[in-house]
């Protein structure tokens, strides 16, 4: 009786599964989708309309959903011939006419395409606005994160994050791939200045503040008068893990040194440095965590299955996505096959293609079949995929993709907030009395400016500015440091020489000069040297000549090397990459704001002497301290 009972109920449950399978071959291949499947109605539970969303969908529409291609590379149609999950913005990546409208119309245009797919599934578009929405001509520039960690401001950081979604808003988009959280222990590395700095407790305090600020403040970002705001922004933890510790020379990727090269980390230094950026961004609610291309001990990121699935995911419990870096997995493995089994094997959820949507999806789809990716990976990675659109709102929210007006972009809130961060990143690291500028003390004297980062938008922003190098010149709309000068100086004369070519010069005065890096991003800033261009050098020589007093104000992304010339200066003054708004900078030298910066790093006397960890084992003494600032 028992066993015929129990047969029974086997041959149920056999036609049970029968059935259910037939119905989802089915609603795929008839293209029949109910509309009032649970996964379109808001009012079922997110894990639920996964679920059911997932029971739909076919290994294509899967594979789909885990492709990621920059917006360059992708003709139209791609969207829903792909059926991609996403399309990113990489440095620099806009539409041709770089305006608010432009890049609504763009997002509206890819949003529309997913409706023409049978699921209808949102488009994520994601971009890097680090500091603020930075591919868009005439946003908000903010300082970049190394100022903002001689800020050490979380209210700040948290503000910047609120009016970086609004302006995002504005343009249709709302996954940042920002912040990024590395503990930069080598100034020689071109991506210092995406830092907040070296100390570990230092980037977690400031990276939570931004992912918060950047997920949940949009409400305050848009107090300026926006729309209704239905989509929930995202942020983005990265590079995981270990991109800011690379050693010297162990870069494999063009002649890179040591930017994506390897970072030597025992137990102690994963616990003590490089963990706790990341736990507290997962309590902060990060929802997308980025791999890095760096390697920990010699393994690729990209294929660190430990790190990726048994500490992040399973360890600290993170229920969003991770997404590769920039062809990040064709770096694991010179056999592209291979390459994309151990990276997906890993945990990596999203893959950043760029190029070749059709190359990555064929061999994702050979490895299905043939077993190699264990179709349990791809389920998991989609459902992580699919929570965050629907924890974002992005399925219940109808056209247009732009959730702000274009108002809200260079909004006077927003200048007044660059404004306020610059003033207080700005570290006075020597002052021997000519500071603060005062414009009656300088009465009927001339202030001389000189250097060529005095009148330079595209110095002050440094990097991922407008395009992804950034360059120098009037590339988006700013105050410069000497626009600020003379705003703030009005009753005293101004002369400006980039060179410090001054004929003929009043012995008593004041020289202040602005000198700066190159602009330059990731691998190609990485630089053995750290010193400043030779234009610049000789500006402080003549100047040093010419001039009683000589305030220097330095424009990097990282401390630089002085020479006995610019350490004999009266002042010196670390400004970092200030961004669009550069009156912050004269706000400081004119003692409108009172200083408050302080360096977030050790600055070093030579390059000898690196990497940072050398001064915080004590084995080197730094020119500045960290903490410095007067
Ligand atoms: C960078 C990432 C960035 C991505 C997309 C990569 O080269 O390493 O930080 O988010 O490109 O632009
Ligand atoms: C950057 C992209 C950039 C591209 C240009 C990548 O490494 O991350 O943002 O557009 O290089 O080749």
């Known amino acids: 009786m028992k066993k015929i009972k129990k047969l029974i109920s086997f041959v149920a449950s056999v036609l049970v599964a029968l059935f259910l399978s037939a119905c989802s071959v089915t609603s795929r291949s008839e293209n029949t989708v109910p509309v009032n499947a649970p996964y379109k109605n808001p009012s079922v539970s997110i894990e639920k309309r ?5 029971s739909r969908m076919s290994l294509e529409e899967k594979i789909g959903q885990m492709t990621q291609i920059e917006r360059g590379s ?6 829903s011939r792909y059926k991609l999950g996403s399309v990113l913005s990489g440095g620099g990546g806009s539409p041709s006419q770089n305006t608010v409208s432009a890049w609504q119309q763009m997002l509206d245009q890819y949003q529309e395409e997913t409706r023409s797919t049978r699921l209808q599934i949102p488009l994520l578009y994601g971009i890097d606005a680090v500091h603020g929405h930075n591919n868009l001509k005439d946003a908000t520039i903010f300082p970049h994160n190394i100022g903002l960690g001689a800020a050490d401001d979380p209210d700040l950081v948290r503000r910047i ?12 988009i709302y996954w940042n791939f920002a912040p990024c959280i590395a503990v930069g222990r080598d100034p020689r590395w071109g991506r210092f200045y995406e830092s907040f700095g070296q100390d570990s407790s230092l980037v977690a305090r400031l990276g939570s503040a931004y992912i918060q600020g950047f997920q949940e403040g949009l409400q305050d970002g848009l107090k300026a008068g926006g729309r209704a705001v239905h989509i929930k922004p995202i942020a983005t933890a990265k590079h995981f893990i270990g991109d800011g510790g690379t050693r010297w020379g162990t870069s494999r990727t063009d002649n890179y040194k040591i930017d994506q090269g390897d970072t030597t980390a025992d137990e102690q230094y994963l616990k003590d440095v490089l963990f706790p950026p990341y736990q ?113 709102g992005l399925f219940d929210t109808a ?66 500015t407008i395009s992804w190098q950034g360059s120098q010149g009037p590339i988006t709309q700013g105050t410069t440091i000497l626009g600020g000068l003379k ?3 009005l009753s005293s004369s101004i002369i400006y020489d980039a060179a410090a070519n001054f004929d003929k ?30 234009r610049e050098l000789e500006a402080i020589q003549k100047a040093r000549k010419l001039f009683k007093h000589v305030i220097l104000v330095i424009l990097s992304g990282r401390p630089v090397i002085l020479d006995q010339t610019a350490r004999s200066c009266d002042a010196i003054v670390a400004a970092w990459l200030p961004g669009s708004e550069g009156s912050g900078v004269a706000d400081v030298l004119t003692g409108k704001v009172l200083s408050t910066g302080k360096l977030p790093c050790d600055w070093p006397e030579s390059v000898e002497q690196l990497p940072l960890d050398n001064f915080i084992q004590g084995k080197e003494k730094p020119l500045f301290p960290i903490g410095a600032g007067q």
């Open 280 to 392: 507290k961004a997962l309590e902060s609610n990060v929802r997308t965590v980025m791999v890095s291309f760096s390697s920990i001990n010699g393994l690729k990121m990209h294929a660190h299955k430990e790190l990726i699935t048994t500490v992040l995911k399973k360890q600290w419990g993170f229920n969003g996505f991770v997404v590769s870096d920039w062809g990040g997995i064709d770096q694991v493995d010179p056999d592209y096959s291979k390459a994309v089994a151990k990276a997906i094997n890993a945990g990596i959820d999203m893959v950043m293609v760029p190029y070749d949507a059709n190359r990555f999806i064929n061999t994702m789809t050979q490895l299905v079949t043939q077993k190699q990716i264990p179709m349990d990976r791809i389920d998991d990675a989609v459902r992580r995929i699919l929570r965050v659109k629907f924890e974002m």
């Open 505 to 534: 010069t009043d012995p008593e005065a004041t020289c202040v000069v602005v000198v700066g890096e190159l602009p330059y991003a990731e691998g190609k800033g990485d630089s053995s040297e750290l010193s400043l261009p030779p």
């Open 161 to 172: 994050g609120a009016a970086t979604a609004a302006e995002m808003a504005a343009t249709g």
């Open 50 to 54: 996964v679920e059911d969303l997932l």
């Open 487 to 489: 705003e703030l100086l």
């Open 74 to 79: 992708l003709r139209t149609g791609d969207i």
């Open 399 to 464: 056209q247009p993709a732009a959730q702000a007006k274009p108002s809200i972009v260079r909004s006077p809130e927003h200048l007044a907030l660059a404004r306020e961060a610059v003033a207080k990143s700005v570290v006075v690291l020597k002052n021997n009395g000519v500071l603060p500028l005062n414009g009656e003390q300088l009465g009927k004297k001339t202030l001389y400016v000189a250097g060529f980062g005095a009148d330079n938008m595209g110095i002050q922003c440094g990097g991922w």
